[in-house]
């Protein structure tokens, strides 16, 4: 089964829903298989070249939405960090330093419903000192409309990063304070604005297989540049901190599953990637991945660069220039 999916993957045909399900339960003894034959997709598809992204807090806590898994939320306990949107320079060190590192995208990053129009003119003097420094911007700004997004295109911006984070059915479970739809508004602004997307989501919320294939498709018909994939961290303080973290290998059949689903597509691992995978980390690629987030994430610590490059310079694979 395993290998005719791959044959229709790699003959430019889509995987049903009804097949992304039979992938989804190979069984144990075949889950290298499954690894193996995302690996031979990602070499079709996406060559052997790797994009690495890194990112900013640049605005942290206090958030009023009530997303069950973040500790940026003023309906969590967390002890998180709290504070306003630092300036030009903090970013502008982070960014040189990423650059350094071997990024080639530096993405700001910003806790609550949306930026204010005054933080968007802020934001917009990063965006055009992070492009001087010959780096790719990207923003994570919440739900944004057209025009803001146009204001910050002019500016410099590269891509826009908007998560679905889960399927339409199970979103209600992870968030009451701001909806799917509202969601695919935003996305569907950033296409209309012409940036590209980044768009994906997190697993380890109590989610079904089901769930992450519809999502997944969804992904599919959505039609993103990059999806980023995050795998829970239970933080204590926040609704889902007492949740069992995902295994290794489930998350690696994911990664396999999301590069069945979406075979051209940037798979980039992102959050809780060591947490997760631990000592499996070396299998990213091999399960189909050609993309990272490395150095820290937004409330938790990451890889250094270095490690994340001498780890792709072992696969044989070459990191995005």
């Not at 933080?235 to 290794?248: D, F, Q, V």
Request: contains cysteine; charged residues 25%.
């Amino acid at each position: 089964m395993i290998g005719r999916l791959e044959r229709k993957v790699l003959s430019g045909g889509e995987v049903s829903r009804e097949e992304a399900i039979s992938l989804s339960s190979v069984p144990a003894e075949d889950v290298f298989d499954l690894f193996s034959a995302a690996n031979r997709i990602r070499g079709r598809f996406r060559g052997k070249v790797i994009d690495i992204c890194a990112i900013i807090n640049a605005k942290s806590g206090g958030c009023p939405e009530d997303c069950s898994y973040c500790a940026q939320s003023s309906r969590s306990s967390s002890d998180t960090p709290v504070f306003p949107l630092i300036g030009k320079g903090q970013v502008l060190e982070k960014a040189a330093e990423a650059k350094h590192g071997g990024a080639r995208r530096f993405c700001i990053v910003t806790s609550g419903r949306k930026v204010s129009d005054a933080e968007i003119r802020q934001i917009a003097d990063m965006i055009s000192g992070v492009r001087a420094l010959g780096l790719l911007p990207c923003a994570t700004l919440g739900l944004l409309g057209k025009d803001e997004l146009l204001f910050l295109k002019d500016s410099g911006l590269e891509r826009f990063h908007h998560n679905i984070e889960t399927s339409e059915r199970y979103f209600p479970e992870i968030c009451t304070t701001h909806t799917y739809s509202d969601k695919l508004k935003t996305i569907a602004a950033v296409t209309s604005a012409g940036l590209s997307l980044c768009s994906g989501g997190i697993f380890g919320l109590g989610e079904t297989w089901q769930d992450r294939i519809d999502m997944g498709i969804a992904l599919r018909e959505i039609g993103p540049d990059s999806v980023p994939l995050n795998f829970l961290i239970p933080i204590s303080g926040t609704r889902l901190g007492s949740i069992a973290r995902l295994g290794p290998f489930e998350a690696l059949r994911i990664v396999s599953l999301f590069r069945f689903l979406l075979p051209d597509k940037e798979i980039r691992i992102c959050g809780g990637r060591m947490q997760t995978l631990g000592e499996f980390n070396s299998f990213i690629f091999f399960a189909g991945a050609d993309g990272l987030l490395s150095g820290n994430y937004l409330t938790t610590t990451g890889r250094s660069f270095e490690d994340d490059a001498s780890l792709i310079a072992k696969y044989g694979l070459e990191i995005a220039g």
